[in-house]
T-cell receptor, first 113, second 115 residues
Framework: EAEVAQSPRYKITEKSQAVAFWCDPI?????LYWYRQILGQGPELLVQ????????DSQLPKDRFSAERLKGVDSTLKIQPAELGDSAMYLC???????????FGPGTRLTVL | AQTVTQSQPEMSVQEAETVTLSCTYD???????LFWYKQPPSRQMILVIR??????QNATENRFSVNFQKAAKSFSLKISDSQLGDAAMYFC????????????FGTGTRLAVRP
C-alpha cells in the first residue's frame, strides 16, 4: 500500500541553525500539505500545495519558514534560523486532489536546543 | 473562524467494552465535513470516519460510529468492542466546503485500552 514518506524521522538541532524536512507524497497525489503539531495539540496547517503552486500559506511564519515543491512531486520545508518554539512534530500529508481524503506521513520530530 | 474542542484529554476503556469520545465545534457555515482521525504511537495518522454535514444519517465504519448533532454542533465517536489496537490519540477535525480543504483539528483525546 502506497504511503507518504518523510525524512528524517527525528532531528535535533541548536537554535539559530537551519533545518530541512523532506516529504514524498503518494504517487499521483496533486495536493500536498505541511502541518505542525506541537506536543499536546492537534496539527495546524502551515502550507498547502496544488501541484507546484502554493494554495494556502497563511499560517506559515514566512520570516523563517519556507516551503517548495518545485516539480509538483516531493516537497521540502525549511526553517532558518530555528527557534526553541519550533520544537514540534512536522507532518506531511497528500491527497489525490482538493476535497479528497488526506493521507499522512509518519512525521519528523524536531527538537531545538 | 472555526474551532474544534475535545474536552477529554484522556479516556480509558476495558477491552471489549464501548467508549464514546466527545467533540464540539463552532462554525457559522451550513455545509462542511467532520472527521475523526486516529494517531497510534509513533505511527501515521489515519482517517477513522467521515461525516458530511448535509447528511442526517450518522456515519458508521465497522466498530466505529458517530453521533452527529448538527444543531448542537456535536460530533462524538463511539468505539464498540474495543480492542488493544484501538489505543491511540484520536483527533476530531473540521473542514469547510467553501474555504478549500484545510483541516482544523481539536487537541485530541488519548485513549487507553485495558486488557
Amino acid at each position: 500500500e502506497a504511503e507518504v514518506a518523510q525524512s528524517p524521522r527525528y532531528k535535533i538541532t541548536e537554535k539559530s541553525q537551519a533545518v530541512a524536512f523532506w516529504c514524498d507524497p503518494i504517487s499521483g497525489h496533486a495536493t500536498l500539505y505541511w502541518y505542525r503539531q506541537i506536543l499536546g495539540q492537534g496539527p495546524e496547517l502551515l502550507v498547502q500545495f496544488q501541484d507546484e503552486s502554493v494554495v494556502d500559506d497563511s499560517q506559515l511564519p514566512k520570516d523563517r519558514f519556507s516551503a517548495e515543491r518545485l516539480k509538483g512531486v516531493d516537497s521540502t520545508l525549511k526553517i532558518q534560523p530555528a527557534e526553541l518554539g519550533d520544537s514540534a512534530m512536522y507532518l506531511c500529508a497528500s491527497s489525490r486532489s482538493l476535497d479528497n481524503e488526506q493521507f499522512f506521513g509518519p512525521g519528523t520530530r524536531l527538537t531545538v536546543l | 473562524a472555526q474551532t474544534v474542542t475535545q474536552s477529554q484529554p484522556e479516556m480509558s476503556v476495558q477491552e471489549a467494552e464501548t467508549v464514546t469520545l466527545s467533540c464540539t465545534y463552532d462554525t457559522s457555515e451550513s455545509d462542511y465535513y467532520l472527521f475523526w482521525y486516529k494517531q497510534p504511537p509513533s505511527r501515521q495518522m489515519i482517517l477513522v470516519i467521515r461525516q458530511e454535514a448535509y447528511k442526517q444519517q450518522n456515519a458508521t465504519e465497522n466498530r466505529f460510529s458517530v453521533n452527529f448533532q448538527k444543531a448542537a454542533k456535536s460530533f462524538s465517536l463511539k468505539i464498540s468492542d474495543s480492542q488493544l489496537g484501538d489505543a491511540a490519540m484520536y483527533f476530531c477535525a473540521y473542514r469547510s466546503v467553501s474555504s478549500g480543504d484545510k483541516l482544523t483539528f481539536g487537541t485530541g483525546t488519548r485513549l487507553a485500552v485495558r486488557p
